[in-house]
C-alpha cells in the first residue's frame, strides 16, 4: 500500500513556487525591496520621534543613548541614497540587495547596542523584537533569512555574554533564539504568500503584452520595451529593426475571408519566433504590420538572410487560396546611435522602398553616424566616374556639400538620414540596384520627402521623357552644358528656400 506524505508534497510545492517567484520576479523584487527600505527609513525615524517624546512624558528617569542619536543619520543617509538611485536606470539586484542589507545590518547593530547599553540587569527587547519583524520588510531566499538573522543573532549573543550577568546572558539568548524560529516560520508563511501574489501578477502582466492572435508582443509592450532598450543603450552599441508589411492583405481578407486571413497572421506570427533570436522583440504593430527589433546585432546580411528565410518559408504556406503569400520588408542597422524615433522613421522609410520595388522585397540600410555640414546640401545619385559628376563638384563644392551615393539604395538611405538638410536631389537615372526612375517615384510620393526638388539626368530622349513623367522638377541629359545644370541647381535651391520659408 502506497502512503502518500502530504505535507512533503506540500513543502516541495511550495518550494518550487518560491524558486519560480526569485527567477521570473527578480526586478519587482528589487523594486519592493527598494520601496520597503524608503518605508523603513521613513517610518521608523517617525516611531523613534514619537517614542522619545512619550518616553520623556511617561517615564521616569528616561535619557536619551547614542543609539537614539546614531538612528537619525541612519535613517537619513540610505533614504537620500535610496532616493539618488531612483533616477538611475534599474540597478541589478545583487546592488539593490548590498545595499538594504547594509542598512538592515547597521539597524540591528544600533538595536544590539541600545539593548547592551541599557540597565545590566534589564534583558534585551529591541533586537528580538526586530529579529520577529524583518522578514515584513525585506524580501530573499529562506537561505539568505537564516544566514543574515544567524549572524546577527551571534553578535547579539557575544555581546550579551561580555555585557550582561550571567543569567541575564542565557535569558537573553533564550529570547533571541526564540524570536529566530518564529521569524524563520514567518519568513516562510510570507514568502509563499508574496511568491503566488508576484507569480500571478507576472502572469497578468504577462498576459496583457501579449497580441492574442499571433501570441507576439502587441504595440503597447513592443514599443515599451523597445523604449527601455534605447533609454539604456550605451554609446557606439548597434542595433537593427525590421518592420513588415503583409502585401495584399486586404485582398486575401475581401477574397478568402477573415478566418482565411486571422490564419495568415497567425502563421506568420510562428514563422517571426522560427527565424528570429529569443532576445528580439517580436510583435505586432498594426493590422498587418509587424516589427522586430534586434538589439546588438551588427551584421545586415544576418538580418537579410532572416528575413529572406522567412519569406521563402511563406511562399510555401498554403491556406487553400491557390496563390502564395508575400511580404515587403524594411530592414536596417543603426550604428550611428540615433534615437528610437529616428530608428523607426527610416524602418518605415526601407519598407516603403520596397513597396516601391514591387513588394516581396527586403529593402537593407546599414545608417552610420549622422554627420555636421556647414552648407547646403545636395545628394548627388549617379554611377561612379561620371564625367558630369566631377564637373558637378568641382564648379559647386564651394557653394554646397555635396553626398555622392553610386547605387540607389545608398542614395535613399542617405535621403531618410539627411531629408531635413538636403535641398536637392541630382538622379542619374542609369543607376545600379534601385534604378533611377524608382528614386524619383520615392521622392515624389514619400510624404515627408515629396517638398525636395529633383533634378534628373536622361541617358537618352525615352528616359528623359519618363522622368518628366514621374515628376522630376528639371531633366537634363547627360550632354547637356555645365552652365544649364548650375543655373538650375541656383535656381532650385532659391525657390526652396523661399517656400520653406
Known amino acids: 500500500m502506497t502512503h502518500f506524505d502530504l505535507s512533503n508534497y506540500s513543502l516541495r510545492k511550495e518550494y518550487k513556487i518560491i524558486c519560480e517567484y526569485f527567477d521570473k520576479c527578480k526586478q519587482s523584487i528589487s523594486e519592493s525591496n ?71 545590518f547597521l539597524l540591528f547593530s544600533l538595536f544590539i547596542y541600545r539593548d547592551m547599553a541599557s540597565d545590566p540587569g534589564q534583558q534585551a527587547v529591541w533586537f528580538p523584537l526586530f529579529l520577529m519583524v524583518f522578514p515584513t520588510v525585506y524580501i530573499a531566499k529562506m537561505y539568505w533569512y537564516g544566514i543574515f538573522e544567524f549572524v546577527l543573532l551571534t553578535i547579539f549573543s557575544v555581546a550579551s555574554y561580555y555585557c550582561k550577568p550571567h543569567d541575564i546572558f542565557l535569558r537573553d539568548v533564550y529570547l533571541g533564539l526564540a524570536s529566530y524560529i518564529p521569524s524563520m516560520l514567518c519568513a516562510q508563511i510570507i514568502l509563499v504568500s508574496r511568491a503566488k501574489e508576484g507569480l500571478a501578477i507576472d502572469e497578468l502582466t504577462r498576459i496583457s503584452t501579449i497580441d492574442k492572435l499571433t501570441y507576439l508582443l502587441n504595440k503597447g509592450a513592443l514599443l515599451s520595451n523597445i523604449n527601455k532598450y534605447f533609454e539604456r543603450r550605451k554609446p557606439g552599441d548597434p542595433c537593427g529593426m525590421c518592420i513588415i508589411d503583409v502585401d495584399n492583405f486586404k485582398q486575401v481578407n475581401d477574397n478568402f475571408g477573415h478566418n482565411v486571413g486571422d490564419l495568415l497572421l497567425s502563421n506568420i506570427g510562428d514563422l517571426l519566433r522560427k527565424n528570429f533570436r529569443s532576445s528580439d522583440f517580436i510583435g505586432r504593430f498594426g493590422g498587418d504590420e509587424f516589427m522586430v527589433f534586434m538589439p546588438g546585432i551588427a551584421r545586415i546580411d544576418l538580418v537579410e538572410m532572416r528575413c529572406r528565410s522567412m519569406q521563402m518559408m511563406l511562399a510555401d504556406l498554403d491556406l487553400g487560396t491557390g496563390a502564395p503569400f508575400t511580404l515587403s ?154 552652365a544649364s545644370f548650375k543655373a538650375a541647381i541656383d535656381e532650385l535651391i532659391s525657390t526652396g528656400a523661399k517656400e520653406s520659408r
Open 34 to 104: 527598494r520601496y520597503s527600505l524608503r518605508k523603513a527609513c521613513m517610518f521608523i525615524s517617525m516611531v523613534l520621534v514619537a517614542m522619545i517624546t512619550i518616553a520623556y512624558i511617561a517615564v521616569p528617569g528616561f535619557r536619551i543613548s547614542l543609539a537614539h542619536f546614531l538612528l537619525i543619520p541612519l535613517m537619513g543617509i540610505f533614504f537620500l541614497i535610496n532616493l539618488y538611485t531612483r533616477r538611475l536606470p534599474p540597478m541589478p539586484p545583487a546592488a539593490v540587495d548590498i545595499i538594504c542589507l547594509s542598512f538592515y
Open 329 to 482: 520588408i524594411g530592414a536596417i542597422i543603426d550604428t550611428g546611435d540615433h534615437s528610437m524615433g529616428e530608428v523607426f522613421r527610416m524602418a518605415d522609410d526601407a519598407l516603403y522602398q520596397s513597396k516601391i520595388m514591387g513588394k516581396n522585397v527586403v529593402s537593407s540600410w546599414v545608417i552610420p553616424k549622422s554627420k555636421i555640414f556647414g552648407k547646403p546640401l545636395i545628394l548627388h545619385a549617379c554611377p561612379p566616374d561620371m564625367k558630369w559628376s566631377q564637373q558637378l563638384k568641382q564648379n559647386e563644392s564651394d557653394h554646397y556639400s555635396i553626398i555622392e551615393e553610386y547605387s540607389g539604395d545608398t542614395a535613399l538611405t542617405s535621403l531618410s538620414l539627411y531629408h531635413e538638410s538636403i535641398r536637392l536631389v541630382i538622379v542619374d537615372l542609369d543607376l545600379e540596384k534601385i534604378s533611377g526612375d524608382q528614386v524619383i517615384s520615392y521622392i515624389k510620393e514619400r510624404a515627408g520627402f515629396m517638398h525636395i526638388p529633383v533634378i534628373a539626368v536622361a541617358p537618352d530622349e525615352d528616359s528623359f521623357v519618363e522622368a518628366r513623367k514621374l515628376g522630376a522638377d528639371k531633366v537634363f541629359l547627360t550632354t547637356e552644358k555645365a
